[in-house]
T-cell receptor
Framework: DADVTQTPRNRITKTGKRIMLECSQT?????MYWYRQDPGLGLRLIYYSFDVKDINKGEISDGYSVSRQAQAKFSLSLESAIPNQTALYFC????FGAGGRETQYFGPGTRLLVL | RKEVEQDPGPFNVPEGATVAFNCTYS??????FFWYRQDCRKEPKLLMSVYSSGNEDGRFTAQLNRASQYISLLIRDSKLSDSATYLC?????????????FGKGTKLSVIP
């Protein structure tokens, strides 16, 4: 079973609709992240959470909100979807290994199309 | 904005060739660096971490030049399975914020 799962994997929605993307992890990591990836722009950080009570805005948080329901769950919401939010969305977790070295583990991604 | 710049690519190389990707970063305070690999329509996966002047893992060598703020990834004896996009990643932290900044990636195609 995958350690970081995302649902749905694909979603088509209309402008103005509210949608939620969900992320779950079984790795026991405190840190979780939401990114979006667009062709030619690379991965950009939307929000991140270092524990259940800690939520931080990333580079491009406008138009998005998040909820950290538990250590294992981190949801991303688009309150009123717009076409330029069409992208591939990744959830990630991270831990610190030997020597304090961080590794991020990504979910399989959610492809979102806003019409 | 924190910048991470990579060779634009794409790199099309024959099997067995040696290929190198370059990456420059703007934050001189960064201490650790990463190369991630991303296959088409898949999630990124960690390939190598770089914390000192460089490290080697089999056919892959990552090198760091702090003075020039430059990271490289060398792949020797390229395999067809090496075809992917390679992402340079630099953490930025300070003043209560933290994020990994990803380069746009360099696409590699290894040709039979």
């Amino acid at each position: 079973d995958a350690d970081v799962t995302q649902t749905p994997r694909n979603r088509i929605t209309k402008t103005g609709k509210r949608i939620m993307l969900e992320c779950s992890q079984t790795k026991g990591h405190d840190r979780m992240y939401w990114y979006r990836q667009d062709p030619g722009l690379g991965l950009r950080l939307i929000y991140y959470s270092f524990d259940v009570k800690d939520i931080n805005k990333g580079e491009i948080s406008d138009g998005y909100s998040v909820s950290r329901q538990a250590q294992a769950k981190f949801s991303l919401s688009l309150e009123s979807a717009i076409p330029n939010q069409t992208a591939l969305y990744f959830c990630a977790t991270s831990d610190f290994g030997a020597g304090g070295r961080e590794t991020q583990y990504f979910g399989p991604g959610t492809r979102l199309l806003v019409l | 904005r924190k910048e991470v710049e990579q060779d634009p690519g794409p790199f099309n190389v024959p099997e067995g060739a040696t290929v190198a990707f370059n990456c420059t970063y703007s934050n001189s305070a960064s201490q650790s660096f990463f190369w991630y690999r991303q296959d088409c329509r898949k999630e990124p996966k960690l390939l190598m971490s770089v914390y000192s002047s460089g490290n080697e893992d089999g056919r892959f060598t990552a090198q760091l030049n702090r003075a020039s703020q430059y990271i490289s990834l060398l792949i020797r004896d390229s395999k067809l399975s090496d075809s992917a996009t390679y992402l340079c990643v630099v953490p930025y932290s300070g003043a209560g914020s933290y994020q990994l900044t990803f380069g746009k990636g360099t696409k590699l195609s290894v040709i039979p």
